[in-house]
């Protein structure tokens, strides 16, 4: 079965710093990959979404994922962190059959220091 | 307005009860999806439905029953709450691979 994991379940930068927030997935056939983000006591929005197009995905507020086939990695950064983008950020994949299920990683919890 | 909507948005119940939480969305997307989200977990599938009368288990069913009589509703029904099912419980509609998420609900077991 599909699996995704997502390295460190606190990040923690600087404002201004670089954001990397890591991703890899266990299908052997790329699957679609999405990049969901939480704030506190809301839904869920998405950021960005790789469908087999370009292996770079720009997305909403500045975030861009890089898809690494040898890799199986799908990994979500932003050049210059803002407060704003404290939040809970979410990785999701999505096999390419018939049941369009979205199987989430655990999520990364950013935290932004002024 | 267009959109998918959960209610109610908070609850509260006691062990044993039986509850149910609605989703309705307004695009008529074929899929639906129920999830369930606890801290250290993320979200986990518990049930999907491809169509009316197609409903399908995913990773953490047990305890839960869900029916899909029209399009547009997808309610999730626990049988007989228990404290473990004290979590954030999702809807989400698709069309092909573009995902709608509900405000979520909140639900307390006591």
């Known amino acids: 079965a599909q699996s995704v994991t997502q390295l460190g379940s606190h990040v923690s930068v600087s404002e201004g710093a670089l954001v990397l927030l890591r991703c890899n997935y266990s299908s052997s056939v790329p699957p679609y990959l999405f990049w969901y983000v939480q704030y506190p006591n809301q839904g869920l929005q998405l950021l960005l979404k790789y469908t087999s197009a370009a292996t770079l995905v720009k997305g909403i507020n500045g975030f861009e994922a890089e898809f690494k086939k040898s890799e199986t990695s799908f990994h979500l950064t932003k050049p210059s962190a803002h407060m704003s983008d404290a939040a809970e950020y979410f990785c999701?994949?999505?096999?390419?059959?018939?049941?369009?299920?979205?199987?989430f990683g655990s999520g990364t919890r950013l935290l932004v220091r002024p | 307005d267009a959109g998918i909507t959960q209610s109610p948005r908070y609850k509260i119940t006691e062990t044993g009860r039986q509850v149910t939480l609605m989703c309705h969305q307004t695009?008529?997307?074929?899929?639906m999806f129920w999830y369930r989200q606890d801290l250290g977990h993320g979200l986990r599938l518990i049930y999907y439905?491809?169509?009316?009368?197609?409903?399908d288990k995913g990773e953490v069913p047990d305890g839960y029953v869900v029916s899909r009589s029209k399009t547009e509703n997808f309610p999730l029904t626990l049988e007989s709450a228990t404290r473990s099912q004290t979590s954030v419980y999702f809807c989400?509609?698709?069309?092909?691979?573009?995902?709608?998420f509900g405000s979520g609900t909140r639900l307390t077991v006591v």
């Open positions: 999701a994949v999505s096999e390419r059959d018939s049941s369009y299920k979205l199987i």
């Open positions: 439905s491809a169509a009316a009368d197609i409903t």
């Open positions: 989400a509609s698709s069309q092909y691979y573009g995902y709608t």
């Open positions: 695009w008529s997307h074929s899929y």
